[in-house]
């Protein structure tokens, strides 16, 4: 298994374009923030370079689980008083973190001209610097989210067995699917009891999607319950084996080696904030 994975997760060519994927919930503390940090190491651990952004507005923990404390962040980088290589941190080799701070609201506050320009700085550093960039979203349905969540080639949704977080991980790909036109969508069960309750939560939201809306869900699995996980974090080092094991397994399931064409991330991205906005 663990051979499969390591050659899945393998960057195929030198050439592809670099892949987005968002960890997005209805619900809060289901878990995003530790399992992006760690889809970030799975990831840049076999041969990816990775980037992970807390698209947070300043609200992630990214940095707190990690103990790095970023000095400037991309509001900074927005704002002109940096350059985008100050504000990211290189957390090793292959595995960097930019926090967004306010940034991504910002944005839509700017002149065109000059987000257009920023955009491009930022496409152009993530595409010559990374395989795979990562956002690690806040809850709920907020418009920024939804803007970074479907200008992502994968969204990941993520909840857990209890019952208020399967609604509102329904209720958000329900509005991505009717308000974004956002079709497929990888379902994460978190702090299930054993693999079975990861696929009857699936099923669940399954059934929903299927009868109101044209969403396709696919099942990327589950991650056990785990009460050591809080020590891990308390220790600012939240990489725990079981929890790893269990998150590569839910990693095969998704498309990481298909190269995305098609407007970029950025010009998706874009367009949905300035609609926003
Ligand atoms: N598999 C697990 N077993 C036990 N506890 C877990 C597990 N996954 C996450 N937790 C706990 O859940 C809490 C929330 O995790 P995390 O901060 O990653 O969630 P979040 O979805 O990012 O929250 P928010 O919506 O506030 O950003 C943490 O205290 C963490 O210890
Ligand atoms: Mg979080």
């Known amino acids: 298994m663990e051979e499969q994975a390591l050659h899945l997760l393998r960057a195929q060519t030198k050439d ?3 892949g987005y994927m968002s960890i997005a919930s209805g619900k809060g503390g289901v878990g995003k923030t530790i399992i992006t940090i760690n889809i970030g190491k799975i990831v840049s651990k076999n041969g990816n370079k990775v980037l992970i952004v807390d698209g947070d507005l300043g609200l992630s923990n990214v940095h707190i689980m990690l103990g790095i404390t970023p000095s400037k962040n991309l509001y900074h980088y927005f704002m002109g008083e940096v350059s985008l290589e100050e504000v990211v941190v290189h957390i090793d080799e292959k595995l960097s973190f930019i926090s967004s701070g306010s940034g991504v609201r910002e944005l839509v506050n700017l002149p065109l001209s000059q987000l257009r320009n ?9 595409e010559a610097n990374y395989h ?3 956002f690690d979203t806040p809850p709920g349905i907020h418009s920024d989210t939804l803007a970074l969540v479907s200008s992502s080639q ?21 509005v991505l699917n009717q308000d974004e036109k956002i079709k497929e969508f990888y379902v994460l069960v978190n702090k299930v009891q054993n693999t079975e309750e990861g696929l009857k939560v699936f099923e669940s939201i399954k059934v929903v999607c299927e009868k109101f809306t044209n969403a396709e869900v696919k099942y990327m699995g589950s991650i056990k319950y785990n009460p050591k996980i809080i020590r891990y974090i308390v220790n600012q080092n939240p990489f725990e084996e079981a929890f790893s094991r269990d998150l590569t397994q839910a990693l095969l399931k998704l498309p990481l080696n298909i190269r995305y064409h098609g407007p970029s991330f950025w010009e998706r991205l874009l367009s949905k904030l300035r609609r926003a906005g």
């Open 132 to 134: 795979w960039v990562i």
């Open 118 to 126: 920023l955009i491009y700085r930022l496409q152009e550093y993530a």
């Open 154 to 174: 994968i969204p990941v949704i993520v909840t857990t067995p209890e019952p208020t977080a399967i609604a509102d991980a329904y209720g958000l790909i329900k």
């Open 16 to 18: 592809r374009k670099t």
